[in-house]
């Protein structure tokens, strides 16, 4: 269960395979802390995997699920990026890359093959990933005036 202090994130790296119709689709699923992580983790992917047709993406990061981006690489808008966004949020999971690794089989799959392809590849992707539940522990540095440090003696006294 999620409550206000925690969130939905991949303990550790995983991978998926999906094919159909002689195209290949590779899916990784990788914790990520933040934008500047997501940006090295996709260089290397682009190198690693230079001879792919597409490597298409989404992220989501923060505690409040609001930075998130996706893209299609190539493939026709709206078939590939966004259907794995998708599925980050179907699976209510932040501070997550997922990358679907297309190598061309071929044969075109057209819009709705497309679709599910990717969707397959990311639901499977996540539905095999180690998901765990982690606490929001922010530190915060206080700084006040030494005349409100005897502000309240009853305030001292409780026990929090």
């Known amino acids: 269960m999620v409550s206000n202090d925690t969130y939905r994130t991949i303990d550790e790296i995983s991978t998926w395979t999906y094919k159909e119709k002689s195209s290949k689709f590779l899916g990784i699923a990788l914790p990520v ?14 190198k690693d995997y230079y001879d792919a047709n ?3 993406f989404a992220y989501r990061l923060g505690f409040g699920k609001e930075n998130f981006r996706y893209s299609d690489d190539g493939e026709p808008s709206g078939t590939a990026g966004k259907t794995i966004y998708g599925q980050l949020i179907s699976f209510d999971l932040t501070n997550i890359l ?18 599910n392809a990717y969707k397959t590849t990311a639901r499977e992707l996540l539905g095999g990933s180690k998901i765990i539940i982690k606490t929001i522990n ?14 309240n003696e009853n305030f001292k006294r409780r026990q929090y």
């Not at 922010?138 to 502000?151: A, K, S």
């Open 54 to 56: 597409h490597r298409c």
């Open 138 to 151: 922010d530190l915060y540095d206080l700084e006040f005036p030494f005349e409100f440090e005897h502000c």
């Open 98 to 115: 997922i990358v679907v690794i297309r190598y061309f089989g071929g044969t075109k799959l057209g819009v709705s093959g497309l679709i």
């Open 33 to 46: 802390s933040g934008e500047d992580d997501v940006n090295e983790q996709l260089k290397i992917i682009k």
